[in-house]
């Protein structure tokens, strides 16, 4: 029982235009995909949205020969300051159907509407605001003497920040001069299928961006497609691999960001309120599906029992249900898969030894969900400190130097970021030296933006996303 009791305050879905049925997105127009259909639905209480298109071969290649003569006839052609305008044009419009792509965002994909409106949505306006800037100035940004496009990219996305990830992707691609073929994870195609809406009212040039929904044999084949000459790929270590196979011997780059199992150290010097505010946001952010996600907790010994039991009193607050209640802290897992895996897991974690300790709060009766956990008295070896579990559930361990803290966080086969929570800034400076992840936050956690590259080490995958790094990937011969 919470300490607040909070009237239901439900964002209207009345913002909403969905259609009964969404094809494909390819040459400008909303096509009949050749493939059978599914159906997309709310993992919140599990009732149909819409029906979705699956792209076949035969349409992947149909999407690939759109991007190719978009890239050859129109968009290549253009100057940078020309698509730059396309660009800011995108932005104002995400910006304008900002409330409907939240709405969406969070019934598909289950996450709390305050995330998606506070969050996604505007990241997504930034990023495409910040690559518009870049597409005019790619000869002085020490890109090379001549930085040119590759031509067709072909990317792949999964489901945990759909819109997001789909701006991390095309709008660096697009600024640097390239078209794109671009496949959404089958769990949440909504709001790339409301983007492609917003393609067509910025009057973006035909074929320059398609859109392929489809399960993981719709990103197959577009990945071994031979006209594509780049694979931006985001999703699990296990696809990554088989991606990096598909792709080795041949022209094409490759960047992939992976999973991730980052810890987050809290020294005994650090401002605890905040670092446990930073703990929550670290982990139960977007329900724990963040790749980025602090999900190891290494807690310097003698504050322990004090972190534990605030983070405790903490998680006792949240408000887990309905997505689109503006109160909402925690959403639904976003699929059924989703929500075995994490239980399986944590099962594990149970049965290795490690204490489990659930956070009280009503599961609704439909969708699928799984409340606020931790584990304490966790070991280096526990699976549940070692796999990615990508759910509300979070691994502390201890350490009693800074040294031990070290050696702790780089203890894993992931790379992709970490955190410090301490009072002393020279202290932050050393260990974030030693720390090998791509991204170190510093007392605050998953903050991003789109001047900062992200990207990994290990098996956190290569590459890197955001900044004019981001433009790297997407350029012939430039290096970051
Ligand atoms: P996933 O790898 O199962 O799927 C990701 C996407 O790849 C989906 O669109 C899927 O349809 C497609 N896909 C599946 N099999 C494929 C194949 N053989 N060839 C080509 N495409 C294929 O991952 P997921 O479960 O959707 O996402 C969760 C994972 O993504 C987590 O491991 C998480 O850490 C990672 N992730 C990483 C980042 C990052 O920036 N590093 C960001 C978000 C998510």
Known sequence: MSFLEYAPAPESKAVLNLK?????FIDGEFVDGSGSSFTTISPADETRIA??????????DRAVAAARRAYDKTWSKMSGRDRGKYLFRIARLVQERARELAVAESLDNGKPIKESRDVDVPLVASWFFYYAGWADKLDYAGLGANPRALGVAGQIIPWNFPLLMLAWKLAPALAAG???VLKPAETTPLTALIFAEILQQADLPAGVVNI????GDTGATLVRHPDVDKVAFTGSTGVGRDIARAVAGTEKKLTLELGGKAANIVFDDAPVDQAIEGIVNGIFFNQGHVCCAGSRLLVQESIHDEVIDRLKNRLSTLRLGDPLDKNTDIGAINSAAQLARIRELSDIGEAEGAERWTADCAIPDKGFWFAPTIFTGVEASHRIARDEVFGPVLSVLTFRTPAEAIAKANNTPYGLSAGIWSDKGSRILAVADRLRAG???ANTFNRFDPSSPFGGYKESGYGREGGRQGLTAYLKGAAA
Not at 20 to 24: E, P, Q, T
Not at 212 to 215: L, R
């Open 212 to 215: 392929v929904t489809g399960a």
């Open 51 to 60: 029906e979705i298109a699956s792209a076949s071969d035969e349409d992947v």
């Open 20 to 24: 009964d049925s969404y094809g494909l």
């Open 178 to 180: 390239n078209t794109v």
């Open 439 to 441: 991204v170190v936050w």
